[in-house]
């Protein structure tokens, strides 16, 4: 188990190296120069070269490529171009923001889509299946932004039940962070349900016809005992990947959805450091959502293990 | 391009359920601030994004200064006229020959952090400017030194005389007078320390700044305890925050909603027009747009109410020159009536037929994308074929520089003294005329412009540089727009200013 660790953990590192490389040169084909946006439109060729070289942009790529790199690897992901504070605290801020929107939002899915997707299983035809088709349709088909605009006239304008937008960090006071997460994860949630909801209904189905199944009922157990213990534990292993990539790509920040809520996590910072083409930020950004994702996969990968023992890691 | 958009479909969306459901009234106001007898309250305010950085020398967005206008101090300030008024800077005298301002300062002024704020520091931030080459540095072009000869005088040397030095010194808190130590600790980029009313409190990226009543503020202590600046990037739902009671001010209002809200009662909406223009730039070194007739053309071929209506839902003043009415340098001149026989025959003049022209606009400025829709409507009238290209902000300012366009759009924001409004893009060595325009006359009238003391006789010649310029279609002006925002019934004491200056100092919160 333990080198099985470790060899993933050497596998991912070469994973991020690629990561950086891919993200470095692709943004030397996004046209948009930094330091214009910057300058905005009072243009001034002595201002620009002096920030450019400040921004260490007049050096040739390879050596920016490798500088970065080297100051990466201890941590040092550079400065931003806009604001001249250091990539590593601006995107580990933003962090919190992000993981209690992303838990909050695949919590709420599940607890949505675990009952709707079992029994629309096992009721197939039945009028919850049916339900469960159209909700998880309209889920995965109405624009996320739509229905967050919805749900701020619905919860914030017409009930007055919820603020419109805004965040409260988790620890500085939790009642008013679950008010503020509601709709924007309620938003996210839905559509990650919709998803959920398929998927749990087929892998239900596919175990359900399975021979074991059969067996189980021919020997009489009850359904209950069937459902719970040979279909749900064996339809879950996909599930689980499903549920895992999920939450891995939520992780990476609902870009449309954290514009619209205000909601100051990664996905806002990448949209801001898109339009600024703030360079460093946005490679910080996606350095720490490939290695958020890395992480969640190994954990995937480790909790197979115990769900199916046939499954070994070597 | 998508987020724009989004943006205008969802504001579309959020105007019919808006009109479905009406307005609720607010619910009690969420104050953070310190209870009890005398104390005024904590403002929240909603702005449209968020300043890149606090740095007031190195930070160009408007967003930085909507909060730094609260914060930090200039020598003289602009009233709501647009005139300099004292500020840091009680009076001023200048030499004979012009060359020579002897600034006298107030005394006993404070940084927040109780630190005297004095000569040295007004040195210290010019020189940091200039040496530093930050963004604000071309407003020093002509100061050849500044030195302090007390802690309460400040002497400005010019090389050539320069009659709208109180404008570059005080037209907005991009030269703002800092302190040394604040600046040399890095802390000035999230926590910077100026003279002014408020103080930054504490700055959470992403989410929110919050400022703090500066209680050494050397003029009437503000009434507010603070003002939390939160980021809003749809106006819908910063609307929808206003109305809710979640902040009792914003500037990011739904532009298509601003003439219901301006009739409605739920809250105080009030616009005034602004100092910005909006206009369309042909490049010149480019052929056929090097013919004036073909600038003329397209000049005439254009309706001005049509394009306003559409892109300003009316809230701005068609202009057919830069200066708008409000101004002591307005200069009515309006050559140009919606005629496209006019433009044919000027097309014709000049032997052109079959034009298809590109038309440069950005998703950052939605205004000029819906505008683009309407210019190119007028023109296809007139034969001319018109390519909308919609870029986002950081491609566009590439392909402007690199001289990539036969035309675009775009606007120039908070510009105060005429020479803002016309050296930089109209002079052949303006180092914003991308557009390539050239006449010797306006290039010597703009040098003479900007170094005449006579008043009068300044005003003149920029008349005559107006005139040229709009003769010649080097920029094809469209619109003033005006400056709308909104807060609630709570609030009293605030004034909507032509140069989008956000100021909370004389503001008050009933509670």
């Known amino acids: 188990m333990a080198r099985f660790v470790i060899r993933r953990l050497l596998q991912s590192g070469v994973v991020l190296l690629g990561v950086t490389l891919v993200v470095f040169l692709l943004l030397q084909l996004v046209p948009g120069d930094p330091v214009r946006v910057a300058l905005g439109t009072r243009f001034d060729p002595q201002t620009y070269e002096a920030l450019r070289a400040r921004a260490g942009l007049d050096q040739p790529l390879v050596a920016q490529y490798f500088n970065y790199l080297g100051r990466a690897l201890t941590g040092d992901l550079g400065v931003s171009f806009r604001s001249g504070r250091p990539v590593t605290s601006i995107v580990l801020e933003r962090l919190p923001a992000t993981l209690s929107l992303a838990v909050t939002a695949?919590?709420?899915?599940?607890?949505?889509?675990?009952?709707?997707?079992?029994?629309?299983?096992?009721?197939?035809?039945?009028?919850?299946?049916?339900?469960?088709?159209?909700?998880?349709?309209?889920?995965?088909?109405?624009?996320?932004?739509?229905?967050?605009?919805?749900?701020?006239?619905?919860?914030?304008?017409?009930?007055g039940w919820l603020p419109p937008s805004g965040y409260v960090a988790l620890t500085e006071d939790p009642a008013r962070w679950a008010s503020h997460v509601a709709l924007p994860a309620a938003t996210v949630g839905l559509v990650t349900a919709s998803i959920l909801t398929r998927f749990i209904r087929s892998s239900m189905l596919e175990v359900l016809s399975e021979d074991y199944v059969r067996t189980a009922e021919a020997k009489g157990l009850r359904t209950r005992v069937v459902v719970l213990r040979h279909v749900l534990r064996n339809a879950l292993i996909p599930v689980v990947t499903v549920v895992a990539v999920q939450l891995a790509s939520l992780l990476g920040g609902v870009i449309v959805i954290e514009v619209l809520f205000a909601w100051p996590g990664i996905g806002r910072l990448t949209y801001d450091a898109v339009q600024a083409r703030d360079y460093p930020v946005l490679q910080g950004a996606v350095l720490l959502v490939a290695a958020l994702f890395l992480l969640v996969n190994l954990l995937v990968d480790i909790l197979y293990a115990r769900l199916d023992p046939r499954i070994t890691v070597r | 391009m998508s987020s724009t958009r989004f943006r205008l479909a969802g504001a579309t969306f959020a105007l019919m359920l808006v009109a479905v459901a009406g307005c609720t009234t607010g619910?009690?106001?969420?104050?953070?601030?310190?209870?009890?007898?005398?104390?005024?309250?904590?403002?929240?305010?909603?702005?449209?994004?968020?300043?890149?950085?606090?740095?007031?020398?190195?930070?160009?967005?408007?967003?930085?200064?909507?909060?730094?206008?609260?914060?930090?101090?200039?020598?003289?300030?602009?009233?709501?006229?647009?005139?300099?008024?004292?500020?840091?800077?009680?009076?001023?005298?200048?030499?004979?020959?012009?060359?020579?301002?002897?600034?006298?300062?107030?005394?006993?002024?404070?940084?927040?952090?109780?630190?005297?704020?004095?000569?040295?520091?007004?040195?210290?931030?010019?020189?940091?400017?200039?040496?530093?080459?930050?963004?604000?540095?071309?407003?020093?072009?002509?100061?050849?030194?500044?030195?302090?000869?007390?802690?309460?005088?400040?002497?400005?040397?010019?090389?050539a005389p320069t009659p709208n030095l109180l404008a570059n010194l005080g037209g907005f808190k991009g030269v703002a007078i800092v302190q040394k130590s604040n600046v040399e600790s890095g802390e000035v980029t999230t926590k910077p320390v100026g003279s002014g009313p408020f103080a930054i409190?504490?700055?959470?990226?992403?989410?929110?700044?919050?400022?703090?009543?500066?209680?050494?503020?050397?003029?009437?202590?503000?009434?507010?305890?603070?003002?939390?600046?939160?980021?809003?990037?749809?106006?819908?739902?910063?609307?929808?925050?206003?109305?809710?009671?979640?902040?009792?001010?914003?500037?990011?209002?739904?532009?298509?909603?601003?003439?219901?809200?301006?009739?409605?009662?739920?809250?105080?909406?009030?616009?005034?027009?602004?100092?910005?223009?909006?206009?369309?730039?042909?490049?010149?070194?480019?052929?056929?747009?090097?013919?004036?007739?073909?600038?003329?053309?397209?000049?005439?071929?254009?309706d001005r109410e049509a394009i306003t209506k559409a892109a300003k839902f009316g809230l701005a003043t068609v202009n057919q020159a830069a200066i708008p009415e409000n101004s002591a340098f307005y200069y009515e001149y309006a050559p140009y009536r919606h005629d496209p026989n006019q433009a044919r025959q000027l097309l014709d003049q000049a032997g052109v037929s079959d034009l298809t022209m590109d038309l440069m606009v950005t998703s950052e400025y939605p205004e000029t994308v819906t505008a683009a829709q309407v210019i190119a409507s007028q023109l296809e009238a007139i034969g001319v074929n018109i390519k909308i290209r919609t870029l986002d902000f950081a491609q566009w300012l590439d392909e402007q520089g690199k001289g990539n366009f036969d035309s675009f759009m775009l606007g120039w924001l908070g510009n105060v003294d005429p020479d803002e409004f016309y050296y930089a893009q109209h002079h052949s060595g303006g180092t914003f005329n991308f557009?390539?325009?050239?006449?010797?006359?306006?290039?010597?009238?703009?040098?003479r412009a900007r170094t005449e003391t006579d008043q009068a006789a300044r005003k003149q010649q920029y008349e005559q540089v107006a005139k040229q310029i709009v003769d010649d279609a080097s920029y094809i002006y469209l619109y003033n727009p005006d400056v709308a925002q909104g807060w609630s019934k709570q609030v009293s004491g605030y004034e909507v200013r032509t140069d989008r200056a956000i100021r909370f100092r004389d503001v008050a919160l009933a509670r």
């Open chain 2, 435 to 447: 557009h390539k325009y050239r006449n010797p006359a306006v290039d010597q009238l703009l040098d």
């Open chain 2, 27 to 159: 619910e009690g106001v969420d104050v953070d601030g310190a209870d009890g007898a005398g104390a005024g309250g904590v403002l929240n305010a909603a702005i449209g994004g968020e300043p890149d950085q606090l740095d007031p020398h190195k930070t160009s967005a408007y967003y930085s200064f909507q909060v730094l206008e609260n914060v930090y101090d200039t020598l003289v300030e602009p009233d709501a006229n647009l005139e300099m008024k004292p500020s840091l800077a009680t009076e001023w005298t200048t030499s004979d020959d012009q060359l020579t301002w002897t600034f006298t300062l107030r005394e006993g002024v404070k940084f927040s952090d109780g630190s005297p704020l004095t000569s040295a520091d007004v040195v210290y931030s010019y020189t940091r400017i200039i040496d530093g080459k930050l963004n604000t540095a071309y407003k020093f072009a002509t100061v050849k030194s500044v030195t302090a000869p007390d802690p309460t005088t400040v002497v400005v040397a010019l090389t």
């Open chain 1, 106 to 159: 695949v919590v709420f899915a599940m607890l949505i889509a675990f009952p709707l997707g079992v029994l629309s299983a096992i009721r197939s035809g039945s009028f919850i299946d049916h339900a469960a088709r159209v909700f998880s349709q309209f889920g995965v088909s109405v624009p996320d932004f739509w229905m967050g605009i919805m749900g701020i006239l619905l919860f914030a304008g017409v009930l």
């Open chain 2, 201 to 302: 409190g504490s700055y959470s990226s992403g989410d929110n700044i919050r400022l703090v009543r500066n209680d050494n503020y050397w003029g009437d202590k503000p009434k507010l305890d603070g003002v939390t600046f939160t980021f809003v990037k749809d106006p819908t739902v910063a609307l929808q925050n206003l109305r809710g009671g979640e902040v009792q001010w914003t500037d990011n209002l739904p532009p298509q909603q601003v003439p219901a809200l301006l009739d409605g009662d739920d809250v105080n909406v009030r616009t005034v027009p602004s100092s910005d223009y909006w206009y369309l730039a042909l490049n010149q070194a480019r052929k056929p747009y090097d013919d004036v007739n073909v600038r003329r053309a397209v000049a005439f071929a254009l």
